[in-house]
């Protein structure tokens, strides 16, 4: 089995992080559950994964779909990356009143701690909000057969590097990520 490499797993926490921050932010029908620290959330990720296994080996209980989705959706997994989920979020967010980190840059930035931005610097924090708000943009995709295509790949071309406060805890150098 290949693993993936832990940049990978903590770069899916940090999206869980910033969709957990925009749903907060939007509050209402959007409030996420209580925010999950980085062991609790990869403790769910596996009960989840083993779910996901057990389903695809038909070994799984009846009431393991259900587990599935709870898991999903407390995870936001795949958030910023399924058109589907994107869209639904979008037309709540906008049934509710909206907000300007929807769209734009500098609202968006606010959803980063001080401590992030100044790691991030100018053309970072550019950067994570890029991919955020692109990411965004896979709810529009409806007209244009390569629009979908053109998203992904401004995606790819603005993955975000790992900067949250909550993977750079009290400073420690041992957990000092690169940005």
């Known amino acids: 089995m290949t693993r993936a490499p ?22 209402g029908r959007l409030t996420p559950a209580p925010l999950l620290t980085l062991p609790e959330y990869a403790s769910r990720r596996i009960e989840r994964q083993e779910l996901a ?15 599935l989705d709870r898991l999903t959706d407390e995870l936001m997994f795949g958030f ?17 009143g909206s907000h300007p980190a929807l769209g734009e840059s500098a609202a968006f930035a606010e959803l980063l701690s001080p401590s992030e931005r100044a790691r991030l610097g100018a053309e970072g924090t550019a950067r994570v909000c890029r991919y ?13 057969p390569h629009a979908l295509e053109h998203i992904f790949q401004r995606i790819d071309a603005n993955v975000p590097p790992l900067f ?12 000092s990520l690169p940005v």
């Open 53 to 67: 296994r057990q389903m695809i080996t038909r070994a799984s209980p009846p009431e393991a779909m259900k587990s």
């Open 164 to 175: 949250a406060d909550e993977l750079n805890q009290n400073g420690q150098p041992g957990l």
């Open 132 to 144: 955020y708000l692109t990411c965004l943009h896979l709810a529009s995709p409806g007209a244009d």
């Open 6 to 27: 832990v940049s990978e797993m903590l770069l899916e926490y940090q999206h869980y992080l910033m969709a957990h921050r925009l749903r907060s932010l939007l509050a």
């Open 80 to 96: 910023w990356l399924n058109p589907a989920e994107v869209t639904a979020f979008l037309r709540a967010a906008i049934r509710q």
